[in-house]
């Protein structure tokens, strides 16, 4: 911290972002109320320790992929396949953010506070109600179950009968405690957004309508090499819904980018040109909802370097900068010469 600061940085700190030790998940993980009280523990002792010179604290980076991900699906640790622990520990983790904020506003005066979630833009590929009942489903699941409570607005009444009538929550949410709601909806200073595509829901019924609502053919400069659309229009349309709906104070996109692995060329460059337009296109978007009057506050590309993408390891490279992993060469990446422009002159030409 202290080497940013001298460098005129300033540091954004995220509490969590997917590392829960062991120990913890041994005594239950998310899904027990213990890890969301052994949180605030460690959320004290950090802002304790950093709170003179850390100002901008993100308790949770991306809740919703800890709970479905690491407890539903099984796509991430610890590797769970249970959808009724997966509620529990998203209410868990929603609680441990709500908890953690005084004690961070405590320990770093004038200190701003917030969560990240990521949010992607859903649209039913027709207008059948097929496909628009599971269009809802999504965005209930993944944006709504985080945002409706943090907003003091509750679990969202759809998904609770949903999961109650499939027989998931047999008992409903019975492991909401008195007081835990208005924990939650602490108030917050900023809501960090991860944006990166959308979502084209489809319910694959004999008796559906024909699709009209298509993705982007797949090919590089539409498609990731993480199997991502490119749709910038969903990052206006997100910063714009999150704004309008919840009345946030500002908002940071905290997360944006995409995996190309292009290499060094016979001179040594890096010719990332899709990632280039996929920047260009996002901050395009951005300048939109400006316009509009969404209160965005910054913008954080994702990433700096290339990294290690958890489940994908070293395979994926979402960096600016090209990084060899043996040796730990960094070389800048034509996205980065472009950004680092676009920085100088506080914009560039569309």
């Known amino acids: 911290m202290d080497g940013l600061l001298a460098a005129g940085i300033t540091p954004f700190v995220t509490l969590y972002h997917w590392d829960l030790p062991q120990k913890l998940q041994d005594g239950g993980g998310w899904p027990a109320r213990s890890t969301a009280e052994a949180f605030i523990e460690y959320a004290d002792v950090v802002s304790r320790y950093l709170g003179d010179r850390v100002k901008n604290w993100i308790t949770h980076n991306e809740p919703a992929v800890v709970a479905w991900l690491g407890y539903h699906t099984g796509e991430h640790a610890p590797g ?5 622990a997966a509620i529990r520990a998203s209410h ?12 961070l506003r405590r320990n770093s005066p004038a200190a701003e506070v917030g969560i990240t979630l990521n949010v992607g833009w859903t649209m039913a590929a027709s207008n059948s109600a097929a496909d628009l009942d599971l269009a809802r489903q999504a ?9 409706d409570p943090l907003y003091r607005r509750g679990y969202p009444a759809d998904m609770t009968a949903d999961w109650i009538a499939s027989a998931t929550l047999p008992n409903g949410l019975d492991f909401i405690q008195p007081g835990d709601l208005q924990a939650i909806a602490a108030p917050t200073d900023f809501l960090g957004v991860n944006y990166y595509t959308r979502a084209v ?3 694959e019924t004999p008796d559906n309508e024909s699709q009209t609502v298509f993705p982007a053919p797949k090919d590089p400069e ?16 997100v910063l714009g819904r999150l704004y309008f709906e919840y009345q946030p104070l500002k908002l940071y996109v905290t997360e ?21 337009n996929y920047l260009r296109g996002h901050f395009a978007a951005i300048h939109r909802a400006l316009q509009a009057g ?3 506050a910054g913008y954080f590309v994702w990433s700096l370097m290339d990294n290690f993408e958890w489940g994908f390891g ?10 060899d992993f043996a040796s730990q060469e960094r070389i800048l990446k034509d996205s980065a010469l472009w950004y680092r422009k676009v920085i100088a002159e506080n914009g560039f030409e569309a």
């Open 314 to 323: 070293y395979s994926q490279r979402f960096g600016i900068v090209w990084l």
């Open 222 to 237: 539409h498609w990731s090499e993480m199997g991502w659309e490119t749709y910038p229009d969903g990052l206006l349309g």
């Open 256 to 276: 944006n980018g995409a995996s190309y692995s292009d290499g060094r060329d016979a001179t040594g460059r890096i010719r990332d040109t899709h990632r280039l």
């Open 139 to 147: 965005d209930g699941m993944w944006t709504r179950w985080f945002t």
């Open 201 to 203: 829901a489809r319910a």
């Open 294 to 296: 969404v209160p965005l």
């Open 92 to 103: 868990h983790l929603l609680l441990s953010h709500g908890w953690a904020v005084p004690a």
């Open 80 to 84: 769970l396949q249970d959808l009724h």
